[in-house]
């Protein structure tokens, strides 16, 4: 008969080493070079690619309603100086509708965010009806692909256009507002058939990955190059053609 010596039971300790910051750092390089299926692609724009960021955001306010005297008084009725109310009313009258492309303190150039990239895939993605017919691809697109510029770090924010404006396009627009039909002179800054390189990114996850086939990807690209990229695409602006695509290897 077999004898029990120890009616106590014995527990395993695992003692988990707190890891360096070295160590994460190399974890943390591993994950970014695995976890990324990256698309860099240079995209060659057929003529113009108008700006489409307020340059006065007073102004588009004002814009939205009737126009007339009382949007410039109040634009700059709570200056008390002469000069610069004077100089406030030029300001107003000549930033009116004028849409520019970002300017970045410290940094020469015109700029767009990158995250309008992004924008585009949405749109164009859903025209074409995949966001309903991939299951699960509009929250896969929304979280887990990214659009990002050339540079590292807070410079993937951005895509460089130029170095400055080729000129202003003047366009005239109709809306109806409370007191009837309202026309507006809109203005926009833009660049000539500018070259843009920028990657999207697609998180190499099952809920991500599988909902991303190359010849979906590649329609949405194509749609994407007929629709236009920047403002003003209606009438037939920011159309572009793909001059180069390619996947990095490791995601870099």
Not at 125 to 140: E, I, K, P, Y
Not at 213 to 235: N, P, T, W, Y
């Amino acid at each position: 008969m077999a004898t029990k010596k120890n009616d106590k039971t014995e527990t395993a300790h695992v003692i988990v080493r707190a890891k360096s910051n070295h160590e994460w750092q190399a974890l943390l390089t591993t994950a970014r070079s695995e976890h990324w299926r990256t698309l860099r692609l240079a995209i060659q724009l057929r003529g113009w690619l108008l700006a489409g960021k307020p340059a006065n955001l007073d102004a588009a306010k004002a814009m939205l309603g009737a126009r007339g005297l009382e949007d410039y008084i109040e634009a700059v009725a709570d200056i008390e100086d002469d000069a610069e109310r004077a100089l406030a009313a030029e300001r107003v009258a000549s930033d009116e509708g004028l849409c520019e492309f970002s300017r970045r303190p410290g940094k020469p150039g015109i700029w767009i965010p990158s995250n309008n990239v992004k924008a585009g895939c949405k749109e164009n993605w859903s025209v074409l009806g995949l966001r309903m017919s991939v299951r699960g691809s509009r929250g896969a697109l929304a979280e887990g692909v990214f659009a990002v510029g050339p540079g590292e770090g807070a410079e993937s924010d951005w895509i460089c256009v130029g170095t400055e404006p080729a000129g202003v396009y003047t366009a005239v627009s109709h809306s109806m507002g409370p007191k009837g039909p309202i026309s507006a002179i809109k203005r926009h800054e833009y660049v000539d058939r500018p070259l843009l390189s920028f990657d999207l990114k697609f998180a190499r996850a099952k809920s991500v990955e599988e909902k991303f086939s190359d010849d979906d990807v590649a329609k949405m690209l194509i749609h994407f190059g007929e629709h236009g990229l920047g403002a003003c695409r209606s009438q037939g602006f920011g159309r572009f053609d793909i001059v180069s695509i390619e996947q990095i290897e490791g995601g870099e």
